[in-house]
């Protein structure tokens, strides 16, 4: 049984960083695709980035695309989303989620596995 269990959210200034932690488990994910959704308040689940587990490619949301970084640790079986320069729109819970497959889809129901969540807020 695969699990992801999500760390590092919190409540930052506009301007500000954090860095979120994805520690997975249950299988090998090298032919996983793993990737970060948000869902601010009121409004459906959206792709932030997302990560070709075999060879480490990257893929970003328009809106996050220079301010977001994408990562992983083969080795923790751990990805992260560190996220510069945030903005209040970035306020969100964000999840981490893996799918079988290397392809990266951007839609919420391609993947087969979430995290919990962990709330991230940013203050103006």
């Known amino acids: 049984q695969v699990q992801l269990v999500e760390s590092g959210g919190g409540l930052v200034q506009a301007g500000g960083s954090l860095r979120l932690s994805c520690a997975a488990s249950?299988?090998?994910?090298?032919?996983?695709?793993m990737g970060w959704f948000r869902q601010p308040p009121g409004k459906e689940r959206e792709f932030v980035a997302g990560?070709?587990?075999?060879?480490?490619?990257?893929y970003y949301a328009d809106s996050v695309k220079g301010r977001f970084t994408i990562s992983r640790d083969i080795a923790k079986n751990t990805q992260y989303l560190q996220m510069n320069r945030l903005k209040p729109e970035d306020t969100a819970i964000y999840y981490c989620?893996?799918?079988?497959?290397?392809?990266?889809?951007?839609?919420?129901?391609?993947?087969?596995?979430w995290g919990q969540g962990t709330q991230v807020t940013v203050s103006s």
């Open positions: 989620a893996a799918r079988e497959g290397n392809i990266i889809y951007t839609t919420p129901s391609k993947y087969d596995y």
């Open positions: 249950g299988r090998t994910f090298s032919s996983y695709g």
């Open positions: 990560i070709r587990w075999s060879d480490g490619s990257t």
